[in-house]
């Protein structure tokens, strides 16, 4: 069973850094892509990083170089660092993978999400 398992979020001020992990478990961490995104309310959830397999990453225009993703495959982590953070930044932060299924005899990509980790950026 795939389990995503967000935390690390909390109050800080403008400026701030801060670390999310996603401790993860019930697939082969070291062969799927790992993302975090973000949903602010009344906005659509977005991406804010992307790890592949490989370890390339991307980042959501909005983050200005301020974050980064890495991800330890012996420990099954992805982590987000960020800096700087800015007050319109409060946000759920959601862990995300997609993993393949096969429930009968058609195989797909199914996504999967953590609890999310509320950060609040405030002075």
């Known amino acids: 069973q795939v389990q995503l398992v967000e935390s690390g979020g909390g109050l800080v001020q403008p400026g701030s850094t801060l670390k999310l992990s996603c401790a993860t478990s019930?697939?082969?961490?070291?062969?799927?892509?790992m993302r975090w995104y973000r949903q602010r309310p009344g906005i659509e959830r977005e991406l804010v990083a992307a790890?592949?397999?490989?370890?390339?990453?991307r980042y959501g225009d909005f983050v200005k170089g301020r974050f980064t993703i890495s991800r330890d495959n012996a420990k099954e982590v992805v982590i987000l660092h960020m800096s700087n953070l800015e007050p319109e930044e409060p946000a759920v932060y959601y862990c995300?993978?997609?993993?393949?299924?096969?429930?009968?005899?058609?195989?797909?990509?199914?996504?999967?999400w953590g609890q999310g980790t509320q950060v609040t950026v405030s002075a």
């Open positions: 019930g697939f082969t961490f070291s062969k799927h892509p």
């Open positions: 790890i592949t397999e490989a370890g390339m990453t």
């Open positions: 995300n993978t997609a993993v393949e299924v096969c429930p009968v005899t058609i195989c797909y990509a199914r996504d999967y």
